[in-house]
């Protein structure tokens, strides 16, 4: 099927910057919209941002202006830049891959294993 192997988490000061990566393999035929989610424990899982195949953008009101979603289409790789970051963008960041395994076959949504983002002095 479709594995995703998210990198880039960790730990970092307000104000500071890190980069998210997301890359999916498999029996991969076609991948329409990447994202990036976060989620709270005990909490819905919320968007943070996606990007088309055309790479047309959304983001969440919150981390509009400060994160930068971006893709490698030829690699299957989505990236979240996240600069300016605040206590508040602490939790876990999970990737989300619309992707079709076959021609002409259903589009299925993978979810990454997650990546701890925190932001503390």
């Known amino acids: 099927q479709v594995q995703l192997v998210e990198s880039g988490g960790g730990l970092v000061q307000p104000g500071g910057s890190l980069r998210l990566s997301c890359a999916a393999s498999?029996?991969?035929?076609?991948?329409?919209?990447m994202g990036w989610y976060r989620q709270d424990p005990g909490k819905q899982r919320e968007l943070v941002a996606t990007?088309?195949?055309?790479?047309?953008?959304n983001y969440a009101d919150s981390v509009k202006g400060r994160f930068t979603i971006s893709r490698d289409n030829a690699a299957n790789t989505v990236y979240l830049q996240m600069n300016t970051l605040k206590p508040e963008d602490t939790t876990v960041y999970f990737c989300?891959?619309?992707?079709?395994?076959?021609?002409?076959?259903?589009?299925?949504?993978?979810w990454g294993q997650g990546t701890q983002v925190t932001v503390s002095s």
């Open positions: 990007i088309t195949s055309g790479g047309s953008t």
């Open positions: 989300n891959v619309l992707a079709r395994v076959g021609a002409g076959g259903p589009t299925y949504s993978y």
């Open positions: 498999g029996s991969i035929f076609s991948v329409s919209v």
